[in-house]
């Protein structure tokens, strides 16, 4: 049987294993904020700490990475908070940098949002959708390539753009 201080040592060791990684990820997501170096450096390191105060709870999380990711950005986010309080350099507005890494993870999330319902639809929807909007074919090569009429593109196409009309207004309605 395990003594406390076995437990303890244990926790040490696993936290340190992932310890790097976690470095990493804070580090990535805070210069991702647009943060020098030199700070980002400052919150990888009170993101380590803030992880190893909560060492005992980290099971409830999936990845320990990712977690620190959106600790550093955050700490990142308190920092710029403090420093537009303060009437330092900024003018109360996020830098742009931190606007753009922000409108990418969003864009990069609505893509992958996107990706998932197209492989919903069915097969023929799908294929016609991407025949007409990624290829830019037009509904008569289409209906020739899939053995169609031109009229049956033009419904399955209709109907594959409603279906994702459809999911986006669930999406953004639950978003509300």
Not at 79 to 107: K, N
Not at 132 to 148: F, M, P, Y
Request: charged letters at 35%; proline letters at 2%.
């Amino acid at each position: 049987m395990r003594t406390t201080s076995n437990k303890t040592d244990m926790d040490q060791a696993t936290f340190e294993t992932h310890a790097t990684a976690a470095r990493r990820s804070a580090l990535s997501a805070s210069r991702a904020m647009g943060v020098d170096p030199h700070s980002a450096e400052d919150i990888a390191q009170e993101t380590l700490i803030r992880l190893w105060s909560m060492r005992e709870d980290l099971e409830r999380f999936k990845s320990m990475v990712a977690l620190a990711g959106v600790v550093a950005r955050r700490l990142c986010i308190d920092r710029f908070r403090r420093r537009t309080e303060e009437g330092e350099a900024l003018t109360g507005e996020f830098p742009s940098t931190l606007i753009a890494a922000d409108a990418r993870l969003e864009e990069e999330d609505n893509e992958r949002w996107l990706a998932q319902k197209l492989k919903t639809l069915p097969s023929t929807e799908y294929q016609v959708l991407h025949l007409r909007q990624v290829e830019g074919r037009s509904k008569e090569e289409i209906a020739r390539l899939l053995g169609l009429e031109a009229r049956s593109v033009a419904t399955l196409l209709a109907r594959a753009r409603q279906r994702l009309l459809n999911e986006i207004r669930k999406r953004n309605a639950a978003e509300k």
